[in-house]
């Protein structure tokens, strides 16, 4: 998202234009005395967020129902050196599915303590979603959100240029990796097949227009809700014109 407010007009238009049930958002960038709810609440959509300061925050919008939000998961990590748990994960239960929105760390540098930072965040979802299959196999859950690892090497437009990099690196992959065999399948490749399909762009060096993406947001959903996955989009053209996000919707359908 890069920010709600800024792009407060852009959000409300593509509602209205999608169509959509749920809408996972990942960083607000703002506080929660800033954040547009009447954006929402005018298109009869209920909405949850959490944001604590300029950076990170998460939403959920949803016109089938919210219950039950929840901050964080268990053992969520904290970072800085006054340690504080950053505003990146909220769940919540919309039309009988437990919706998580999620904005992993970045990771910065591969010898920064961001990035190990990271693969702990990624070790204590894991551990939370694993253990809520294993006490119910047949739970409706899906991970929404910008996982800031690019799985895959057809996932980035040029493997030589991460050479040394974060979001390739093999312990980043073994993380993301780590979600699936908890479980999760990631349903939106299938339907949005690449090389060459990307949901990021940089705002610099005309990134956009030269085409040198990354595919790093995604849907992950468990067994019960994956296998009603009958299709998915990446919307590329919200990623053009005036106060456009660096990041394209992921748009997935579900019969449930």
Not at 59 to 77: K, N, Q, W
Not at 87 to 93: E, I, V, W, Y
Not at 225 to 236: N, Q, Y
Not at 241 to 251: N, R, Y
């Amino acid at each position: 998202m890069n920010s709600i407010r800024a792009r407060h007009d852009r959000i409300g238009a593509w509602l209205d234009r999608s169509d959509v049930d749920v809408l996972a958002i990942q960083e607000l960038k703002c506080k929660d005395e800033q954040f547009p709810e009447d954006l929402f609440t005018s298109r009869g959509y209920e909405v949850s967020f959490h944001g604590l300061n300029q950076w990170n925050g998460v939403a959920i919008a949803s016109r089938v129902g919210l219950e039950d939000p929840e901050i964080g998961f268990t053992d969520i990590p904290s970072f800085g050196e006054e340690p504080v748990v950053e505003a990146r994960a909220l769940s919540a239960t919309c039309g009988g599915v437990r919706v998580y929105s999620l904005y992993v760390p970045n990771g910065r540098e591969l010898d920064h303590p961001h990035y190990t930072y990271k693969l702990e965040w990624y070790r204590a979802l894991t551990a939370d979603i694993s253990a809520q299959l294993s006490e119910t196999p047949d739970k409706k859950l899906v991970l929404c959100g910008d996982f800031n690892v690019a799985p895959l090497d057809e996932d980035v437009w040029d493997m030589a240029e991460f050479d040394g990099l974060t979001h390739v690196s093999e312990p980043e992959r073994d993380a993301f990796n780590s979600l699936l065999g908890a479980g999760l399948t990631e349903v939106t490749r299938q339907f949005t097949p690449g090389p060459g399909v990307y949901t990021f762009w940089d705002y610099q060096r005309l990134a956009f227009p030269k085409k040198k993406g990354m595919r790093i947001d995604f849907e992950l959903a468990s067994p019960s809700l994956a296998e009603k996955a009958t299709g998915a989009e990446i919307d590329r053209e919200e990623r053009k014109g005036k106060g456009a996000s660096d990041h394209a919707p992921v748009i997935v359908d579900y019969e449930v």
